[in-house]
């Protein structure tokens, strides 16, 4: 490549990109597969003409559709590529060896992250089957299908201690994608000096406690890069995992700015996306930032501001019910599933977050606990509110639309769950309507003031 005067992309080598006749021609390869693009044919065939002389007949595909990598790939007219694995789903289904006829709602059920104890484990042929359909069903849910990445990322904690319960979240998955076995992906920008990252974490939902990040950058149609993963230590809050999350996901976006400097598209606007104003108040300040609480967490995480402040990112509140990462770190249900997983799969542009009304907590997934009374803590920022059961429910307030569900305590036991966003309006609703059918699906009958 750099003999016929073709220069590396220092953050993909796998990228090299040349100047011709005014025009940018640029190549991508994987092993032996290779992928070559100019707005002029003719230099297309030229270049195609030299790598021939030094490597031998090669088999070419020009036009709009290529198959690449498991990938059935199409450019369409209005500039965005549409991604279909659909070929790639069969085998994995086919590999499962046991009939997914049933088509699900969803990927994953409320009780994604739960784990049976007594759930019995597989046997050794099973177990190996697992781990395989996983691991390949992983590639597909990064390539084409976005929409599986969240309980496949779970399902990939397991594979080392698989048991009958992971085996049908397994099947699950793929009952969903049997379903929707010709989705497809679409990627596309608006402007390519224009980027946006989504980051958000759930809180202390794995089984010992971690947390779960998720995140994804955009320029407008899609996510063309994204994230679902457990977190590798354990935080105090919700505040903090959500720093965590952002200083996990921070590289990616970082390294998309630098891959399309090198490019030739210099971003212009470059924001990044979080729903917890504690977080973004600790990322934009550091230190100054912390108080008694926050003191604890290590100082590898404040690198975020500096990076932030150096990469020229910036940080914006996102109101939760229009964050697109939720879809990568919550099992989802009912219509908001349906309408951000139109938005991450490219088939709705990003703008149309704006329209998502609130969603109910039951589509959010949560647990319902009917509250009787509440008292403040003395710095305002928490409460303790006692539940009809006798639990004590304690509240932190990270986000300015309400109160996040941070534990609660049960005699002899501590567990933290997941966030649970609670509107005030949503509760004072509740209050003055008394709609007994949905009294156990948002926490009532009680008004939150902070």
């Not at 002389?53 to 007219?77: A, N």
């Not at 779960?212 to 105090?236: E, I």
């Amino acid at each position: 490549m750099k003999a016929m005067g073709f220069e590396l992309n220092p953050y993909d080598t796998c990228v090299a990109n040349k100047m011709v006749d005014g025009k940018q021609c640029t190549i991508a390869w994987f092993v032996d597969d290779n992928k070559i693009s100019h707005v002029d044919p003719k230099v297309v065939t030229g270049v195609i003409e030299k790598i021939e002389e030094r490597f031998g007949e090669m088999t070419v595909t020009r036009g709009k559709e290529h198959v690449f990598l498991g990938m059935h790939i199409t450019y369409l007219d209005n500039g965005t590529a549409e991604i279909r694995m659909s070929d790639y789903v069969r085998e994995c289904i086919e590999e499962l060896g046991e009939s997914v006829a049933h088509s699900a709602t969803s990927p994953a059920k409320r009780d994604l992250y739960d784990i049976h104890e007594k759930s019995p484990p597989l046997d050794k042929a099973q177990a190996e089957v697992f781990h395989s359909v996983t691991a390949k069903t992983l590639y597909v849910s990064h390539r084409g299908r976005l929409d599986v990445q969240l309980p496949i990322a779970f399902l990939c904690t397991r594979v080392s201690k698989s048991t009958e319960q992971d085996w049908t979240k397994l099947k699950r998955v793929l009952s969903y994608m049997n379903g929707t076995i010709d989705d497809f992906r679409v990627i596309g920008a608006d402007d390519l000096t224009k980027m946006v990252t989504y980051v958000d974490a759930s809180y202390a939902v794995h089984e010992d406690m971690k947390s779960h990040t998720g995140g994804l950058v955009s320029f407008g149609t899609g996510a063309v890069m994204s994230k679902s993963s457990k977190q590798k230590l354990n935080t105090k809050s919700s505040t903090e995992s959500e720093l965590v999350g952002g200083s996990d996901y921070l590289p990616h976006p970082i390294w998309a700015k630098k891959f399309m400097e090198k490019q030739g598209h210099v971003l212009t606007e470059n924001k990044f996306y979080q729903d917890n104003q504690s977080t973004i108040h600790f990322e934009k300040n550091g230190r100054r930032s912390c108080g008694p609480n926050s003191r604890h967490i290590d100082i590898r995480y404040f690198f975020i501001k500096d990076r932030l402040e150096l990469e020229d990112f910036d940080v914006v509140y996102c109101p939760t019910e229009q964050m697109l990462a939720d879809f990568f770190t919550k099992p989802l249900q009912g219509n908001l599933f349906r309408r951000l997983r139109e938005v991450v799969m490219g088939r709705k542009h990003t703008d149309s977050l704006k329209d998502f009304a609130s969603a109910s907590s039951q589509e959010r997934v949560g647990e319902a606990i009917n509250i009787t009374s509440k008292s403040e803590s003395k710095s305002g920022a928490e409460a303790d509110a006692h539940s009809t059961d006798g639990r004590v429910v304690r509240f932190e307030e990270g986000k300015p639309n309400g109160y996040t569900l941070v534990e609660k305590h049960e005699p002899a036991t501590v567990r933290t769950y997941a966030q649970i966003v609670t509107k005030r309006s949503d509760l004072e609703q509740l209050e003055r309507s008394r709609v007994e059918s949905v009294r156990s699906e948002i926490v009532a009958p009680l008004t939150l003031k902070k």
